[in-house]
Protein backbone atom coordinates (compact mmCIF):
# COMPACT_ATOMS: atom_id res chain seq x y z
CA UNK A 1 0.00 0.00 0.00
CA UNK A 2 1.53 3.60 -0.82
CA UNK A 3 0.98 6.24 1.73
CA UNK A 4 -2.31 8.01 1.82
CA UNK A 5 -2.71 10.65 -0.60
CA UNK A 6 -6.26 11.64 -0.86
CA UNK A 7 -6.77 12.09 2.60
CA UNK A 8 -9.51 8.68 2.68
CA UNK A 9 -9.51 5.65 2.06
CA UNK A 10 -11.50 3.70 -0.51
CA UNK A 11 -12.04 0.14 -0.79
CA UNK A 12 -12.12 -0.88 -4.78
CA UNK A 13 -12.88 -4.28 -5.66
CA UNK A 14 -12.62 -4.76 -9.73
CA UNK A 15 -14.46 -7.88 -11.69
CA UNK A 16 -13.01 -8.09 -14.65
CA UNK A 17 -11.91 -10.63 -17.37
CA UNK A 18 -8.28 -9.24 -18.17
CA UNK A 19 -5.52 -8.25 -16.10
CA UNK A 20 -2.12 -7.07 -17.48
CA UNK A 21 0.39 -8.86 -17.37
CA UNK A 22 -1.28 -12.30 -16.24
CA UNK A 23 -4.70 -12.34 -18.71
CA UNK A 24 -4.01 -9.46 -21.30
CA UNK A 25 -5.50 -9.65 -24.47
CA UNK A 26 -5.91 -6.52 -25.61
CA UNK A 27 -6.23 -2.76 -23.94
CA UNK A 28 -8.61 -3.54 -20.97
CA UNK A 29 -5.70 -5.62 -19.57
CA UNK A 30 -3.39 -2.76 -19.56
CA UNK A 31 -6.10 -0.22 -18.29
CA UNK A 32 -7.20 -2.53 -15.12
CA UNK A 33 -3.90 -2.48 -13.82
CA UNK A 34 -3.13 0.83 -14.67
CA UNK A 35 -5.70 1.86 -13.31
CA UNK A 36 -5.40 -0.12 -10.00
CA UNK A 37 -1.98 0.14 -9.50
CA UNK A 38 -3.00 4.04 -9.40
CA UNK A 39 -5.03 3.98 -7.25
CA UNK A 40 -2.95 1.23 -4.96
CA UNK A 41 -0.22 4.14 -4.88
CA UNK A 42 -2.21 6.43 -3.49
CA UNK A 43 -3.04 4.42 -0.63
CA UNK A 44 -6.89 3.08 -1.31
CA UNK A 45 -7.18 -0.58 -0.79
CA UNK A 46 -7.63 -2.34 -4.12
CA UNK A 47 -8.37 -5.64 -5.24
CA UNK A 48 -8.77 -7.41 -8.59
CA UNK A 49 -11.29 -10.15 -8.67
CA UNK A 50 -10.29 -12.30 -11.70
CA UNK A 51 -11.00 -15.75 -13.48
CA UNK A 52 -8.26 -18.55 -12.53
CA UNK A 53 -7.39 -19.11 -15.90
CA UNK A 54 -5.89 -22.48 -16.50
CA UNK A 55 -3.24 -20.66 -18.64
CA UNK A 56 -2.35 -18.45 -16.28
CA UNK A 57 1.54 -18.22 -15.22
CA UNK A 58 1.60 -18.88 -11.74
CA UNK A 59 5.38 -17.18 -11.81
CA UNK A 60 4.19 -14.19 -12.31
CA UNK A 61 2.56 -14.05 -9.02
CA UNK A 62 3.95 -13.46 -5.38
CA UNK A 63 2.53 -14.93 -2.28
CA UNK A 64 0.62 -17.12 -3.94
CA UNK A 65 -1.63 -19.22 -1.56
CA UNK A 66 -5.01 -21.13 -1.37
CA UNK A 67 -7.30 -19.46 0.62
CA UNK A 68 -10.66 -21.60 1.01
CA UNK A 69 -13.30 -23.50 -1.13
CA UNK A 70 -16.78 -22.15 -1.35
CA UNK A 71 -20.21 -23.02 -3.23
CA UNK A 72 -21.60 -20.78 -5.71
CA UNK A 73 -25.32 -21.56 -6.60
CA UNK A 74 -25.55 -22.65 -10.10
CA UNK A 75 -28.96 -22.85 -11.92
CA UNK A 76 -30.05 -26.07 -14.45
CA UNK A 77 -33.29 -26.82 -15.92
CA UNK A 78 -34.31 -30.41 -14.62
CA UNK A 79 -37.61 -32.10 -16.23
CA UNK A 80 -38.23 -28.83 -17.85
CA UNK A 81 -37.75 -27.16 -14.12
CA UNK A 82 -35.51 -24.54 -13.25
CA UNK A 83 -33.48 -26.06 -10.20
CA UNK A 84 -30.36 -24.18 -8.07
CA UNK A 85 -27.37 -26.37 -7.31
CA UNK A 86 -24.01 -25.61 -7.05
CA UNK A 87 -20.72 -25.06 -8.26
CA UNK A 88 -17.37 -25.77 -5.84
CA UNK A 89 -14.86 -22.87 -6.46
CA UNK A 90 -11.57 -22.38 -4.55
CA UNK A 91 -10.01 -18.96 -3.68
CA UNK A 92 -6.64 -17.80 -4.84
CA UNK A 93 -5.15 -15.02 -3.07
CA UNK A 94 -2.10 -13.53 -4.57
CA UNK A 95 -0.30 -9.82 -5.03
CA UNK A 96 0.73 -9.59 -9.58
CA UNK A 97 2.96 -5.88 -10.16
CA UNK A 98 2.36 -5.03 -6.37
CA UNK A 99 -2.20 -5.15 -6.81
CA UNK A 100 -3.72 -7.68 -4.71
CA UNK A 101 -5.63 -10.29 -6.67
CA UNK A 102 -8.26 -13.09 -5.72
CA UNK A 103 -8.46 -15.67 -8.43
CA UNK A 104 -11.70 -17.76 -8.40
CA UNK A 105 -10.98 -21.16 -9.53
CA UNK A 106 -14.36 -23.32 -10.63
CA UNK A 107 -13.88 -27.63 -9.85
CA UNK A 108 -12.35 -28.49 -13.20
CA UNK A 109 -14.14 -32.09 -12.23
CA UNK A 110 -17.18 -30.80 -12.46
CA UNK A 111 -16.96 -28.09 -15.67
CA UNK A 112 -14.31 -27.15 -18.33
CA UNK A 113 -15.41 -23.23 -17.44
CA UNK A 114 -11.61 -21.06 -17.99
CA UNK A 115 -9.59 -24.23 -18.98
CA UNK A 116 -7.67 -23.79 -22.30
CA UNK A 117 -4.25 -22.12 -23.54
CA UNK A 118 -5.34 -18.91 -24.26
CA UNK A 119 -7.77 -16.43 -22.15
CA UNK A 120 -10.62 -16.65 -24.07
CA UNK A 121 -9.63 -20.35 -25.11
CA UNK A 122 -13.24 -21.19 -27.50
CA UNK A 123 -13.66 -24.79 -25.67
CA UNK A 124 -15.75 -23.64 -23.20
CA UNK A 125 -19.04 -21.35 -23.61
CA UNK A 126 -17.76 -17.76 -22.64
CA UNK A 127 -20.91 -16.43 -22.18
CA UNK A 128 -21.90 -19.25 -19.51
CA UNK A 129 -18.50 -19.11 -18.02
CA UNK A 130 -18.76 -14.88 -17.26
CA UNK A 131 -22.33 -15.59 -15.71
CA UNK A 132 -20.64 -18.07 -13.50
CA UNK A 133 -17.72 -15.62 -12.96
CA UNK A 134 -19.94 -12.63 -11.98
CA UNK A 135 -22.02 -14.84 -9.31
CA UNK A 136 -19.08 -16.26 -8.42
CA UNK A 137 -17.12 -12.51 -7.13
CA UNK A 138 -20.31 -11.55 -5.51
CA UNK A 139 -20.94 -14.47 -3.76
CA UNK A 140 -16.93 -14.96 -2.86
CA UNK A 141 -18.08 -11.00 -1.50
CA UNK A 142 -20.71 -12.31 0.69
CA UNK A 143 -19.11 -15.12 2.05
CA UNK A 144 -16.13 -13.47 3.08
CA UNK A 145 -17.82 -11.10 4.68
CA UNK A 146 -16.75 -8.17 2.81
CA UNK A 147 -18.51 -4.57 2.30
CA UNK A 148 -16.33 -2.68 -0.41
CA UNK A 149 -17.06 1.08 -1.55
CA UNK A 150 -16.97 0.51 -5.03
CA UNK A 151 -17.48 -2.24 -7.09
CA UNK A 152 -15.46 -1.74 -10.32
CA UNK A 153 -16.95 -3.82 -13.68
CA UNK A 154 -16.15 -4.15 -17.25
CA UNK A 155 -17.37 -4.86 -20.21
CA UNK A 156 -19.54 -7.34 -21.23
CA UNK A 157 -18.32 -9.90 -19.39
CA UNK A 158 -18.99 -8.66 -15.78
CA UNK A 159 -22.01 -6.66 -16.45
CA UNK A 160 -24.61 -8.84 -15.22
CA UNK A 161 -22.71 -8.76 -11.78
CA UNK A 162 -24.72 -5.53 -11.42
CA UNK A 163 -28.19 -7.28 -12.10
CA UNK A 164 -27.75 -9.69 -9.22
CA UNK A 165 -26.23 -7.09 -7.32
CA UNK A 166 -29.19 -4.75 -7.62
CA UNK A 167 -31.62 -7.69 -7.60
CA UNK A 168 -30.33 -9.74 -5.27
CA UNK A 169 -27.09 -9.21 -2.77
CA UNK A 170 -27.93 -5.59 -2.05
CA UNK A 171 -31.42 -7.02 -0.10
CA UNK A 172 -29.32 -9.81 1.21
CA UNK A 173 -26.55 -7.97 3.21
CA UNK A 174 -24.10 -7.00 0.76
CA UNK A 175 -25.70 -3.24 0.91
CA UNK A 176 -22.56 -0.78 1.15
CA UNK A 177 -21.15 -1.12 -2.70
CA UNK A 178 -22.13 0.70 -5.22
CA UNK A 179 -21.63 -0.13 -8.62
CA UNK A 180 -19.43 1.52 -11.90
CA UNK A 181 -19.44 -0.43 -14.98
CA UNK A 182 -16.39 1.04 -17.58
CA UNK A 183 -16.94 -0.19 -21.53
CA UNK A 184 -13.89 -0.11 -23.14
CA UNK A 185 -15.22 -1.17 -26.64
CA UNK A 186 -18.88 -1.66 -27.56
CA UNK A 187 -17.91 -4.18 -29.99
CA UNK A 188 -19.55 -7.17 -28.03
CA UNK A 189 -22.34 -6.20 -25.81
CA UNK A 190 -22.80 -9.79 -24.81
CA UNK A 191 -25.77 -11.44 -26.26
CA UNK A 192 -27.60 -14.11 -24.14
CA UNK A 193 -30.83 -16.20 -24.24
CA UNK A 194 -32.71 -15.42 -21.13
CA UNK A 195 -32.41 -18.82 -20.00
CA UNK A 196 -28.83 -18.75 -20.35
CA UNK A 197 -28.95 -16.59 -17.40
CA UNK A 198 -30.33 -18.99 -15.51
CA UNK A 199 -26.80 -20.84 -15.31
CA UNK A 200 -26.63 -17.54 -12.76
CA UNK A 201 -29.23 -18.81 -10.47
CA UNK A 202 -31.54 -16.28 -10.71
CA UNK A 203 -33.85 -16.47 -13.83
CA UNK A 204 -33.36 -14.44 -16.55
CA UNK A 205 -37.38 -14.13 -17.04
CA UNK A 206 -37.59 -10.80 -14.36
CA UNK A 207 -35.02 -8.76 -16.88
CA UNK A 208 -36.95 -9.46 -20.12
CA UNK A 209 -38.01 -6.05 -20.86
CA UNK A 210 -37.09 -2.91 -22.73
CA UNK A 211 -36.62 -0.93 -19.41
CA UNK A 212 -33.92 -3.61 -17.90
CA UNK A 213 -31.99 -5.54 -20.27
CA UNK A 214 -33.76 -6.62 -23.59
CA UNK A 215 -31.56 -6.43 -26.62
CA UNK A 216 -34.13 -4.51 -28.73
CA UNK A 217 -32.72 -5.59 -31.41
CA UNK A 218 -34.59 -8.98 -31.29
CA UNK A 219 -37.67 -7.61 -30.20
CA UNK A 220 -40.28 -9.72 -32.29
CA UNK A 221 -37.73 -12.91 -32.90
CA UNK A 222 -38.23 -15.88 -31.02
CA UNK A 223 -36.46 -15.83 -28.97
CA UNK A 224 -35.70 -12.90 -28.11
CA UNK A 225 -32.53 -12.29 -26.08
CA UNK A 226 -30.78 -9.94 -23.20
CA UNK A 227 -28.01 -7.70 -23.66
CA UNK A 228 -25.48 -8.13 -20.75
CA UNK A 229 -24.08 -5.02 -21.65
CA UNK A 230 -27.26 -3.09 -21.68
CA UNK A 231 -28.66 -4.54 -18.27
CA UNK A 232 -24.96 -3.63 -17.14
CA UNK A 233 -25.67 0.32 -18.29
CA UNK A 234 -29.22 0.13 -16.57
CA UNK A 235 -28.10 -1.09 -13.48
CA UNK A 236 -24.86 0.52 -12.57
CA UNK A 237 -24.78 3.65 -10.64
CA UNK A 238 -22.58 5.23 -12.51
CA UNK A 239 -20.97 4.06 -16.14
CA UNK A 240 -17.36 5.17 -18.08
CA UNK A 241 -16.24 5.08 -20.92
CA UNK A 242 -12.01 5.19 -22.33
CA UNK A 243 -12.73 8.56 -23.80
CA UNK A 244 -14.56 11.71 -23.54
CA UNK A 245 -15.22 11.35 -27.50
CA UNK A 246 -16.27 7.89 -27.83
CA UNK A 247 -18.73 8.92 -25.08
CA UNK A 248 -20.09 11.01 -27.37
CA UNK A 249 -20.04 8.73 -30.52
CA UNK A 250 -21.62 6.08 -28.47
CA UNK A 251 -24.66 7.92 -26.99
CA UNK A 252 -24.97 9.57 -30.49
CA UNK A 253 -25.64 6.83 -33.10
CA UNK A 254 -22.54 5.27 -33.51
CA UNK A 255 -22.92 2.93 -30.02
CA UNK A 256 -24.93 1.00 -32.82
CA UNK A 257 -28.52 0.31 -30.99
CA UNK A 258 -27.23 1.10 -27.39
CA UNK A 259 -26.94 4.69 -28.48
CA UNK A 260 -30.46 4.75 -27.08
CA UNK A 261 -29.95 3.12 -23.53
CA UNK A 262 -26.45 5.30 -23.08
CA UNK A 263 -28.48 8.69 -23.93
CA UNK A 264 -31.24 7.96 -21.65
CA UNK A 265 -28.75 7.53 -18.83
CA UNK A 266 -26.63 10.39 -20.09
CA UNK A 267 -26.30 11.43 -16.53
CA UNK A 268 -24.67 9.11 -15.05
CA UNK A 269 -22.44 8.39 -18.65
CA UNK A 270 -18.81 9.62 -18.61
CA UNK A 271 -15.33 9.56 -21.10
CA UNK A 272 -12.69 9.41 -19.02
CA UNK A 273 -9.14 9.23 -21.26
CA UNK A 274 -7.20 5.81 -20.20
CA UNK A 275 -3.64 6.46 -18.90
CA UNK A 276 -0.67 4.56 -19.87
CA UNK A 277 1.55 2.66 -17.30
CA UNK A 278 4.38 4.96 -17.06
CA UNK A 279 6.50 2.35 -15.38
CA UNK A 280 6.05 -0.15 -17.68
CA UNK A 281 6.35 2.31 -21.13
CA UNK A 282 9.15 4.41 -20.09
CA UNK A 283 12.17 4.61 -22.71
CA UNK A 284 14.52 5.55 -19.62
CA UNK A 285 14.26 2.40 -17.79
CA UNK A 286 12.36 -0.11 -20.26
CA UNK A 287 13.93 -3.79 -19.63
CA UNK A 288 13.37 -4.73 -22.85
CA UNK A 289 15.85 -1.97 -24.72
CA UNK A 290 19.82 -2.25 -24.57
CA UNK A 291 20.41 0.98 -24.60
CA UNK A 292 18.04 3.81 -22.63
CA UNK A 293 17.00 7.27 -23.85
CA UNK A 294 15.16 10.23 -22.58
CA UNK A 295 14.47 13.62 -24.44
CA UNK A 296 17.48 14.71 -23.11
CA UNK A 297 19.19 12.15 -24.69
CA UNK A 298 17.93 10.99 -28.02
CA UNK A 299 21.25 8.86 -29.52
CA UNK A 300 20.00 5.98 -27.73
CA UNK A 301 17.02 6.20 -29.87
CA UNK A 302 18.87 6.77 -32.69
CA UNK A 303 21.01 3.99 -31.95
CA UNK A 304 18.25 1.48 -31.66
CA UNK A 305 16.88 2.41 -35.16
CA UNK A 306 19.69 1.26 -36.10
CA UNK A 307 19.68 -1.76 -34.25
CA UNK A 308 15.99 -2.71 -35.35
CA UNK A 309 16.80 -2.16 -39.34
CA UNK A 310 19.65 -3.85 -39.05
CA UNK A 311 17.78 -6.91 -37.07
CA UNK A 312 14.64 -7.04 -39.59
CA UNK A 313 17.21 -6.79 -42.93
CA UNK A 314 15.87 -3.10 -43.65
CA UNK A 315 18.24 -0.70 -45.48
CA UNK A 316 19.96 1.59 -43.58
CA UNK A 317 19.26 5.06 -45.11
CA UNK A 318 21.54 6.98 -42.53
CA UNK A 319 24.87 5.79 -43.91
CA UNK A 320 23.53 6.54 -47.44
CA UNK A 321 22.96 10.55 -46.43
CA UNK A 322 18.81 10.05 -46.57
CA UNK A 323 16.25 11.05 -44.58
CA UNK A 324 13.69 8.06 -43.98
CA UNK A 325 11.40 7.87 -41.83
CA UNK A 326 10.20 5.07 -40.29
CA UNK A 327 6.49 4.44 -40.11
CA UNK A 328 5.60 1.92 -37.40
CA UNK A 329 1.83 -0.41 -36.48
CA UNK A 330 1.45 -2.11 -34.13
CA UNK A 331 -1.95 -3.71 -34.01
CA UNK A 332 -4.44 -6.03 -33.79
CA UNK A 333 -5.42 -6.99 -37.17
CA UNK A 334 -9.61 -6.93 -37.01
CA UNK A 335 -11.74 -4.67 -39.19
CA UNK A 336 -11.66 -2.28 -36.42
CA UNK A 337 -8.43 -1.07 -36.81
CA UNK A 338 -8.79 -0.20 -40.70
CA UNK A 339 -7.37 -3.17 -42.17
CA UNK A 340 -7.10 -1.78 -45.73
CA UNK A 341 -6.14 1.51 -44.79
CA UNK A 342 -2.75 -0.14 -42.86
CA UNK A 343 -2.33 -2.65 -45.97
CA UNK A 344 -2.74 0.88 -48.90
CA UNK A 345 -0.10 2.81 -46.13
CA UNK A 346 2.10 0.06 -46.85
CA UNK A 347 2.86 0.80 -50.28
CA UNK A 348 1.81 4.73 -50.06
CA UNK A 349 4.78 5.02 -47.40
CA UNK A 350 7.34 3.66 -49.18
CA UNK A 351 5.75 5.74 -52.53
CA UNK A 352 6.77 8.91 -50.23
CA UNK A 353 10.48 8.15 -49.57
CA UNK A 354 9.62 5.92 -46.08
CA UNK A 355 9.89 2.74 -44.73
CA UNK A 356 7.06 0.93 -42.81
CA UNK A 357 7.28 -1.81 -40.36
CA UNK A 358 4.10 -4.09 -39.19
CA UNK A 359 3.52 -6.03 -36.07
CA UNK A 360 -0.07 -7.07 -35.93
CA UNK A 361 -1.79 -10.49 -35.36
CA UNK A 362 -5.76 -11.05 -36.05
CA UNK A 363 -8.06 -12.21 -38.15
CA UNK A 364 -6.46 -10.58 -41.80
CA UNK A 365 -3.23 -12.78 -40.55
CA UNK A 366 -3.56 -14.88 -43.84
CA UNK A 367 -3.83 -11.70 -46.24
CA UNK A 368 -0.50 -10.06 -44.42
CA UNK A 369 1.41 -13.12 -45.10
CA UNK A 370 0.93 -13.39 -48.27
CA UNK A 371 1.67 -9.80 -48.42
CA UNK A 372 5.09 -10.82 -46.41
CA UNK A 373 5.75 -13.52 -48.14
CA UNK A 374 4.99 -12.26 -51.94
CA UNK A 375 4.93 -8.48 -52.58
CA UNK A 376 6.99 -7.35 -49.78
CA UNK A 377 9.53 -9.90 -49.63
CA UNK A 378 12.76 -9.45 -48.80
CA UNK A 379 11.90 -5.81 -49.54
CA UNK A 380 14.40 -3.23 -48.26
CA UNK A 381 11.89 -0.78 -46.93
CA UNK A 382 9.14 -3.01 -45.76
CA UNK A 383 8.85 -5.17 -42.84
CA UNK A 384 5.33 -7.18 -42.54
CA UNK A 385 5.63 -9.59 -39.09
CA UNK A 386 2.48 -11.33 -38.47
CA UNK A 387 2.04 -12.52 -34.71
CA UNK A 388 2.14 -10.89 -31.22
CA UNK A 389 5.29 -9.84 -29.20
CA UNK A 390 5.25 -8.06 -26.27
CA UNK A 391 9.42 -7.57 -26.46
CA UNK A 392 9.55 -6.72 -30.32
CA UNK A 393 6.71 -3.60 -29.43
CA UNK A 394 8.67 -2.42 -27.17
CA UNK A 395 11.25 -1.70 -29.89
CA UNK A 396 9.80 -0.57 -32.57
CA UNK A 397 8.03 1.96 -30.44
CA UNK A 398 11.58 2.75 -29.57
CA UNK A 399 12.90 3.03 -33.44
CA UNK A 400 9.54 4.56 -34.68
CA UNK A 401 9.47 7.92 -36.63
CA UNK A 402 6.24 7.62 -37.27
CA UNK A 403 3.28 5.38 -35.45
CA UNK A 404 -0.26 4.70 -37.71
CA UNK A 405 -3.35 3.75 -35.96
CA UNK A 406 -5.86 4.21 -39.09
CA UNK A 407 -8.71 3.04 -36.66
CA UNK A 408 -12.70 3.08 -38.12
CA UNK A 409 -13.37 3.75 -34.38
CA UNK A 410 -11.22 3.50 -31.10
CA UNK A 411 -12.22 3.82 -27.97
CA UNK A 412 -9.12 5.37 -26.53
CA UNK A 413 -6.39 3.39 -28.16
CA UNK A 414 -2.94 3.03 -26.29
CA UNK A 415 -0.51 2.38 -29.65
CA UNK A 416 -0.97 6.34 -30.18
CA UNK A 417 0.50 7.62 -26.52
CA UNK A 418 2.79 4.97 -26.31
CA UNK A 419 4.02 6.09 -29.73
CA UNK A 420 4.33 9.49 -28.38
CA UNK A 421 6.33 8.27 -25.24
CA UNK A 422 8.77 7.32 -26.88
CA UNK A 423 9.88 9.63 -29.20
CA UNK A 424 7.03 8.92 -32.96
CA UNK A 425 4.92 10.88 -34.29
CA UNK A 426 1.35 9.52 -34.73
CA UNK A 427 -0.75 9.48 -37.69
CA UNK A 428 -4.24 8.45 -37.04
CA UNK A 429 -7.91 8.80 -37.90
CA UNK A 430 -9.82 11.32 -36.01
CA UNK A 431 -12.27 9.03 -33.66
CA UNK A 432 -12.73 8.18 -30.24
CA UNK A 433 -9.74 8.78 -28.21
CA UNK A 434 -7.33 9.44 -31.10
CA UNK A 435 -9.16 12.76 -31.49
CA UNK A 436 -8.87 13.68 -27.90
CA UNK A 437 -4.87 12.53 -27.77
CA UNK A 438 -3.82 14.29 -31.18
CA UNK A 439 -4.17 17.22 -32.39
CA UNK A 440 -3.42 17.96 -36.27
CA UNK A 441 0.25 19.57 -36.26
CA UNK A 442 0.41 20.24 -32.97
CA UNK A 443 1.66 16.98 -31.90
CA UNK A 444 0.97 14.66 -34.90
CA UNK A 445 -1.59 14.32 -37.98
CA UNK A 446 -4.78 13.54 -38.73
CA UNK A 447 -7.34 12.56 -40.81
CA UNK A 448 -11.04 12.43 -41.38
CA UNK A 449 -12.86 9.75 -44.02
CA UNK A 450 -12.23 5.99 -44.14
CA UNK A 451 -10.87 6.18 -47.71
CA UNK A 452 -7.40 5.92 -48.89
CA UNK A 453 -7.26 9.48 -50.16
CA UNK A 454 -8.44 10.67 -46.75
CA UNK A 455 -5.16 8.41 -45.02
CA UNK A 456 -3.10 9.84 -47.69
CA UNK A 457 -3.16 13.27 -46.83
CA UNK A 458 -1.98 12.76 -43.79
CA UNK A 459 0.29 10.67 -43.98
CA UNK A 460 2.17 12.67 -46.43
CA UNK A 461 2.28 15.62 -45.15
CA UNK A 462 3.90 13.39 -41.68
CA UNK A 463 6.41 12.32 -44.41
CA UNK A 464 7.32 15.41 -46.01
CA UNK A 465 7.64 17.33 -42.31
CA UNK A 466 10.35 14.55 -41.96
CA UNK A 467 12.05 14.57 -45.28
CA UNK A 468 12.60 18.20 -44.98
CA UNK A 469 11.89 20.46 -41.88
CA UNK A 470 14.20 18.33 -39.26
CA UNK A 471 14.61 20.58 -36.74
CA UNK A 472 10.12 21.01 -36.77
CA UNK A 473 10.12 17.37 -36.54
CA UNK A 474 13.12 16.95 -33.57
CA UNK A 475 10.70 19.78 -31.28
CA UNK A 476 7.57 17.39 -31.81
CA UNK A 477 9.76 14.39 -30.79
CA UNK A 478 10.78 16.45 -27.53
CA UNK A 479 7.84 17.89 -26.49
CA UNK A 480 5.66 14.22 -27.37
CA UNK A 481 8.06 12.56 -24.91
CA UNK A 482 7.33 14.95 -22.54
CA UNK A 483 3.66 14.76 -22.91
CA UNK A 484 1.77 13.42 -19.76
CA UNK A 485 -0.11 10.66 -20.69
CA UNK A 486 0.12 9.03 -17.16
CA UNK A 487 -2.48 7.07 -15.03
CA UNK A 488 -2.43 10.61 -12.26
CA UNK A 489 -5.39 12.20 -13.76
CA UNK A 490 -7.80 9.49 -15.70
CA UNK A 491 -7.40 7.80 -11.82
CA UNK A 492 -8.44 11.26 -10.43
CA UNK A 493 -11.16 11.29 -12.28
CA UNK A 494 -12.65 7.74 -11.16
CA UNK A 495 -11.66 8.55 -7.50
CA UNK A 496 -13.82 11.44 -7.64
CA UNK A 497 -16.98 9.38 -9.29
CA UNK A 498 -15.85 6.79 -6.67
CA UNK A 499 -16.37 9.44 -4.04
CA UNK A 500 -19.77 10.74 -5.24
CA UNK A 501 -20.67 7.18 -4.86
P1 LIG B 1 -7.04 -2.80 -28.49
O1 LIG B 1 -7.30 -2.94 -27.02
O2 LIG B 1 -8.27 -2.47 -29.30
O3 LIG B 1 -6.28 -3.95 -29.09
P2 LIG B 1 -5.26 -0.63 -27.73
O4 LIG B 1 -4.48 0.34 -28.56
O5 LIG B 1 -6.14 -0.05 -26.67
O6 LIG B 1 -6.08 -1.54 -28.74
O7 LIG B 1 -4.26 -1.64 -26.99
C1 LIG B 1 -3.48 -2.54 -27.70
C2 LIG B 1 -2.33 -3.02 -26.82
O8 LIG B 1 -1.86 -4.27 -27.33
C3 LIG B 1 -1.13 -2.08 -26.87
O9 LIG B 1 -0.43 -2.20 -25.64
C4 LIG B 1 -0.30 -2.65 -28.04
O10 LIG B 1 1.07 -2.33 -27.94
C5 LIG B 1 -0.54 -4.13 -27.86
N1 LIG B 1 -0.46 -4.91 -29.13
C6 LIG B 1 -1.38 -4.95 -30.13
N2 LIG B 1 -0.98 -5.81 -31.10
C7 LIG B 1 0.21 -6.31 -30.70
C8 LIG B 1 1.13 -7.26 -31.26
N3 LIG B 1 0.90 -7.85 -32.42
N4 LIG B 1 2.26 -7.55 -30.57
C9 LIG B 1 2.50 -6.93 -29.38
N5 LIG B 1 1.68 -6.06 -28.78
C10 LIG B 1 0.54 -5.74 -29.43
Redesign the pocket.
Known sequence: QGTKVDGFQLEVVHLTAEMAPLA?????G??VTGLARSCTARGHNVEIILPFYECIDEGLLDDFKFEFEYDVPRGYEWDGQFQVGSLKTQVYTATCEGIKMVLLRPDWSECNIFKGGRVYAGSYNETEAYLYFCRAGLEFLKVSGRQPDIVHLHEWQTSAAAMLYWEKYNKEGLHKPRIVLTI??MDNTGECRAEEFGVTGMSGDMFNTVEKALDERTIGHNPERLSLLKGGVVYSNVVTTVSPTYAIETSTGQGGWLSGTLAEYQSKYHGIL?GIDDVMWDPARDLYLPVPFSTSNLKGKYFLQKYVRSGLGLADPVQRGERKPLVVC???LVP??GIHLIRHSISKTVEQGGQFVL???GHADGDFRHLAEHDFKDHPDVKL?V????A??HFL?AAADVVL?PSIF???????M?GMRYGAVPVVRRTGGLADTVKDEENGFTFDGTDEGSLDGALCRAIECYKTRASVWEDLVVSNMKTDFSWTQSAQRYLDLYLSL
Open positions: KVGGLDVHNNITRQKLGSIGYSELSFVEPCGLTQV
